[in-house]
């Protein structure tokens, strides 16, 4: 499956922003599907996760009550709502498909396989 990322750009703090990431070539309507963010010479970071059903969102601590993850499978795409962003927000975005069908959520990269190839998110303060 190749993930395509998009909607990134550059925000004044306080402002939102729409990430959408478009799946070809497979399904991915039985996957858990993950955004994350990295930043140089940093480790990526987990952003949120949507199950294969779209039920259940789980977030990162750092961004729970401001971004909103959801999926519409019928599309074969997952997007990411971010809203109140904050400079901390500011990383290149990146979402993946688990690497287990029906598999449970994780927060750790490794358990996702098909990266999208990223997109920025700059917020000035």
């Known amino acids: 499956v190749q993930l395509q990322a998009s909607g990134g750009g550059l925000v004044q703090a306080g402002d939102s922003l729409s990430l959408s990431c478009t799946a070809s070539?497979?399904?991915?309507?039985?996957?858990?599907m993950g955004w994350f963010r990295q930043t140089p010479g940093k480790e990526r970071e987990f952003v949120a996760a949507?199950?294969?059903?779209?039920?259940?969102?789980t977030y990162a601590d750092s961004v729970k009550g401001r971004f909103t993850i959801s999926r519409d499978n019928a599309k074969n795409t997952v997007n990411l709502q971010m809203n109140s962003l904050k400079s901390a927000d500011t990383a290149v975005y990146y979402c993946?498909?688990?690497?287990?069908?029906?598999?449970?959520?994780?927060?750790?990269?490794?358990?996702?396989?098909?990266w999208g190839q990223g997109t920025q998110v700059t917020v000035s303060s």
């Open positions: 993946a498909r688990r690497n287990t069908i029906f598999g449970s959520y994780s927060v750790n990269p490794n358990d996702y396989a098909s």
């Open positions: 949507v199950s294969w059903s779209g039920g259940s969102p």
């Open positions: 070539g497979r399904t991915i309507s039985s996957y858990v």
